[in-house]
């Protein structure tokens, strides 16, 4: 590992990263975790100002980076970082939109699985069509973390979708009828890359908004349900 680092992408050295790393898509998001969520975060990364820190939470080392929106942005830093800085575990940590009846505005969503519209899983030329999973583990821990902690969690499919903007009532209707949760645009890669370089991977979601009813969270009240997320991220066995 140690002659390929640093990466095109990521400018930190080797050993920098711990072995699990927590994945906004949004790099101030990164900062913000990392300044109000760990003990002594220090910067290891900030090519393209994707931002990247290491901190502890209660005495173990954590990382925290941003990866950018879409699953080709996703590919890139969750493959540099399980392939060439030694990590095991990438949680991301973002938002959905719901286009189920079962999670609402506030809730938090494990994706069980995740379907996706992108072309980026052709590169692995498979014979059929590839259900990319969460690591059972890390879902199962999840799974009782959140019921420890007295917080509702929906569990099951999301939809990972390139097009943000062509997400209309026909495209909703018909993945709704799959029984999918919500959509956001970067896990199902995470879960390829994960499954392809034998790493553990999970994926966890604040309800921002609602396509069926057309509800979004206000800013301020995003930050409701994203600390509850954080925690549970955070506190959870990895
Ligand atoms: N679509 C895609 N990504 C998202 C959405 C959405 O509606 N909400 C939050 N992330």
């Known amino acids: 590992m140690s002659s390929q680092v640093p990466t095109p992408h990521i400018s930190a050295a080797e050993g920098d990263f711990a072995k699990v790393v927590l994945m906004p898509g949004d790099p101030l998001r990164a900062r913000f975790i990392a300044e109000n969520f760990l003990e002594e975060p220090k910067l290891v990364t900030s090519v393209r100002n994707v931002l990247g820190y290491t901190g502890t939470y209660k005495g173990e080392p954590i990382s925290v980076m941003a990866s950018g929106m879409g699953m080709p942005s996703m590919g890139i830093y969750a493959t540099e970082l399980y392939k060439f800085y030694g990590v095991e575990t990438i949680i991301r940590v973002g938002s959905a939109g719901s286009i189920s009846p079962k999670a609402d505005l506030y809730d938090i ?130």
């Not at 059929?128 to 499919?157: C, H, W």
């Not at 309800?207 to 506190?235: C, H, Q, W, Y």
């Open 109 to 238: 969503v494990l994706a069980q699985g995740a379907c996706t519209t992108s072309a980026w899983q052709n590169q692995y030329h498979l014979p059929g069509t590839y259900a990319p999973i969460a690591d059972f583990d890390l879902l199962q821990s999840a799974v009782k973390r959140a019921a420890e902690m007295n917080t509702k969690v929906v569990v099951g499919n999301i939809l990972s979708n390139d097009a943000f903007y062509g997400e209309d009532e026909n495209f909703v209707s018909a993945w709704q009828r799959m029984g999918v949760l919500g959509i956001e645009m970067e896990t199902a890669a995470l879960y390829m890359i994960a499954a392809d370089l034998g790493k553990k991977a999970l994926g966890i979601f604040a309800i921002s908004d609602n396509l069926i009813t057309g509800k979004s969270l206000p800013s301020k009240e995003r930050e409701v349900g994203f600390g509850t997320m954080m925690e549970l991220a955070l506190s959870m066995e990895k």
